[in-house]
């Protein structure tokens, strides 16, 4: 068809117009970013990719820095009123962030209390009352060993014979730990001094103390929020069990988290590994090789539990409800449930503690394992404890002084009197 030299002219300008203004396209939405400053694997990326498919005008921007860091810049944001929308809150620094819930905002409402852990939830309530946080996973910790290393180095495989071995206390599971070096190779014995990689029954005996400490009732705070760490028979307990763990030859000394640990994971290095179930994805990603080598044992002395957050939405967020409604899907128990069975990380919320998907599940990875159930029964062990202002920084200087020992530096004794030392020198509630 001709057109004529008119028609030609309005569909020269019409394209013109388009080009210029751009052509007409149905409206789109506006996308709010939800920001999201967190440590470690609180925030899962399954959830992200979910929550923007079914939230496609939400976009989640997670930032991850290390634990003691990510405070540490989450208390400059408060006082600089520079938050992000959403803040994770690790349990030990919990205490210190109660005494400040003006820099919060109010998290009532939005989940059913009595759907989850009573310590846990209260581990989110500040001084004053107010709901400040809710609780993300429970670190229920649990014993997860090399079945192959067990039968290599004279000891019994299946977990129930296994849990037996120490079934009377942490004595009994340093014992246990004498007996598997006993049975170290030749090349194994000399390999710490000839190859500087050292074998031994479990990664790092400095783990054992914040297991020990977490499974009394009471650590380095009274609820008034008077200081006992100096006082309290547990702490010390767990020191010097500690203590006497490192120098009994059991520990290979490597930091976890390090290329070293994954490493000895995979080369069998050590045997041994206290898991909290977070832990559980990390051994997965980091020793995708030993799959089917891997079983979980019960703790000595019983439940215990390290780590566990909050998820809190500062009072200066610029989205603050959107960041709300992100919190309330997320740590909801279905998706609560999704998480653990991708990712590990077991439910705080006690209402799914009863339901056969997580007590029946298994994972093929640790030997078909019933994680769910071996986690369960050790979190209904546990006992609340009030974590104080200064949680973290105390635990850091018990910590360093069990550095000296590990190292040959200190005795249990001198050890003790350091830490003491220090804390008396720099905390003062």
Request: glycine share 8%; hydrophobic share 40%; proline share 3%.
């Amino acid at each position: 068809m001709k057109l004529s030299k008119m028609t030609r002219l309005a569909v020269f300008g019409a394209t013109v117009a388009a080009l210029a203004f751009g052509a007409v396209t149905p409206a789109q939405a506006a996308t709010t970013t939800v920001t999201i400053w967190s440590y470690g694997n609180v925030i899962e990326p399954w959830a992200i990719t979910e929550y923007q498919r079914l939230h496609p005008d939400i976009r989640i921007s997670v930032k991850k820095n290390t634990l003691d860091a990510h405070h540490q810049s989450l208390i400059t944001a408060f006082r600089a009123n520079t938050t992000p929308d959403v803040a994770a809150i690790e349990v030990s620094y919990s205490g210190f962030f109660k005494a400040y819930p003006r820099y919060f905002s109010d998290m009532s409402g939005l989940l059913n209390q009595s759907d989850y852990l009573d310590w846990r939830w209260n581990q989110g309530v500040a001084t004053g009352g107010k709901l400040i946080g809710l609780p993300t996973d429970v670190g229920g910790l649990q014993v997860a060993y090399r079945t192959d290393l067990f039968r290599a180095h004279g000891l019994p495989t299946s977990r129930a014979a296994v849990s037996a071995l120490w079934s009377s206390g942490w004595s009994a599971f340093i014992n246990t730990g004498k007996t598997y070096v006993s049975h170290l190779s030749t090349a194994e014995k000399t390999s710490c001094r000839v190859k500087k990689v050292c074998y031994g029954f479990i990664d790092n005996a400095g783990t054992m103390y914040p297991a020990i400490l977490n499974q009394g009732s009471k650590k380095y705070y009274e609820t008034n929020g008077s200081l006992i760490y100096d006082t309290n028979a547990s702490v010390r307990t767990a020191f010097t069990t500690t203590a006497t763990a490192m120098t009994s030859g059991i520990s290979t000394r490597i930091n976890q988290f390090t290329s070293d640990w994954n490493a000895g994971m995979t080369k069998g290095i050590f045997a041994v590994v206290l898991a909290p179930a977070w832990m559980l994805d990390y051994i997965k990603q980091q020793a995708g090789s030993t799959r089917g080598k891997w079983d979980i044992a019960s703790l000595p002395g019983g439940g215990g539990n390290l780590g566990g957050s909050q998820l809190s939405v500062p009072a200066a967020a610029k989205h603050a409800v959107a960041a709300k409604a992100f919190v309330k899907w997320y740590l909801s128990p279905a998706i609560q449930l999704q998480i653990f069975k991708r990712y590990g990380l077991f439910p705080s919320a006690k209402s799914l503690y009863t339901q056969s998907a997580l007590t029946g599940y298994k994972d093929t990875f640790f030997s078909s394992a019933p994680v769910g159930q071996i986690y369960v029964t050790g979190v209904q062990r546990l006992r609340p404890i009030y974590e104080g202002k200064n949680q973290r920084a105390i635990d850091n200087y018990f910590g360093q002084s069990l550095a000296k020992v590990a190292l040959g530096k200190m005795t249990a004794s001198q050890a003790w009197s350091d830490a003491l030392s220090n804390i008396r020198h720099n905390i003062t509630n």
